[in-house]
């Protein structure tokens, strides 16, 4: 059984718009959450993280926000631009354990 | 080198042949990572090294066999592949315990016939 659900496979967004991505967990032990950014071709590059003492964490246009009543967590990109056309991956982790359960993804195309 | 790096990028082989996937890290890093990427799946984590010693096995078949010599690079060997062991293989590193944020290399299209 998954405990790191990403229920949309993909998702269209106008250039310039909000993209809103999101992530539901299982394990109420989970108290790291991270989003990763996947190019074809390329391995997946850390975008944003957050601890589960937040409910919000801020990068430039990436803001990560977490749920944990509802154990749902969202990435929110504004503007949107066409380099983050890609696939974004949600992951998580327990405690001191540093291994990372990961979501299925979701592909975003941003269209101009 | 910066980073981590795979190599070969892409491999063919066929069900028969033995061959090997290499990673190294230059981030001074000591937890490595192999991980198995099939389409619209998670990534599934394969094997974890931490300080040279494996501390996971995912119940991978014994066809996939992981080498680390030292904390920099991490192979891993592969023997009588099966078609739907074609994925994309993806390696990893991280500073180890307590750390969580992984970096990863640009990963191995494998391809079975």
């Given at each position: 059984?998954?405990?790191v659900?990403?229920?949309?496979?993909?998702?269209?967004?106008?250039?310039?718009?909000?993209?809103?991505?999101?992530?539901d967990?299982?394990?109420?032990?989970?108290?790291?959450?991270?989003?990763?950014?996947?190019?074809?071709?390329?391995?997946?590059?850390?975008?944003?993280?957050?601890?589960?003492i937040?409910?919000?964490n801020?990068d430039?246009r990436?803001?990560?926000?977490?749920n944990?009543?509802?154990?749902?967590?969202?990435?929110?990109?504004?503007p949107?631009?066409?380099?983050?056309?890609?696939?974004y991956?949600?992951?998580?982790s327990?405690?001191?354990?540093?291994?990372?359960?990961?979501?299925a993804?979701?592909?975003?195309?941003?269209?101009? | 080198?910066?980073?981590?790096?795979?190599?070969?990028?892409?491999?063919?082989?066929?069900?028969?042949?033995?061959k090997?996937?290499?990673?190294?890290?230059?981030?001074?890093?000591?937890?490595?990572?192999?991980?198995k990427q099939?389409?619209?799946?998670?990534?599934?984590?394969?094997?974890?090294?931490?300080?040279?010693?494996?501390?996971?096995?995912?119940s991978?078949?014994?066809?996939?066999?992981?080498?680390?010599?030292?904390?920099?690079?991490?192979?891993?060997?592969l023997?009588?592949?099966?078609?739907?062991?074609?994925?994309?293989?993806?390696?990893?590193?991280?500073?180890?315990?307590?750390?969580n944020?992984q970096?990863?290399?640009?990963?191995?299209r494998?391809t079975?016939?």
């Amino acid at each position: 059984d998954q405990q790191v659900k990403q229920n949309s496979p993909s998702l269209s967004v106008q250039e310039g718009r909000i993209s809103i991505l999101n992530c539901d967990y299982t394990n109420s032990m989970f108290d790291y959450f991270l989003w990763y950014k996947k190019y074809p071709a390329e391995g997946p590059t850390f975008l944003i993280s957050i601890s589960s003492i937040k409910d919000k964490n801020e990068d430039g246009r990436f803001t990560v926000f977490l749920n944990k009543s509802a154990k749902h967590l969202s990435l929110h990109i504004v503007p949107s631009q066409p380099g983050d056309s890609a696939v974004y991956f949600c992951a998580a982790s327990e405690g001191s354990n540093y291994q990372l359960i990961w979501g299925a993804g979701t592909k975003l195309i941003i269209k101009p | 080198e910066t980073g981590v790096t795979q190599t070969p990028r892409h491999l063919v082989m066929g069900m028969t042949n033995k061959k090997s996937l290499k990673c190294e890290q230059h981030l001074g890093h000591n937890a490595m990572y192999w991980y198995k990427q099939s389409a619209k799946k998670p990534l599934e984590l394969m094997f974890v090294y931490n300080f040279k010693e494996q501390t996971e096995n995912n119940s991978v078949p014994s066809r996939f066999s992981p080498e680390c010599p030292n904390s920099s690079h991490l192979f891993l060997h592969l023997h009588t592949l099966q078609p739907e062991d074609s994925a994309l293989y993806l390696c990893a590193s991280s500073q180890g315990e307590g750390y969580n944020e992984q970096f990863f290399g640009p990963g191995t299209r494998l391809t079975v016939l």
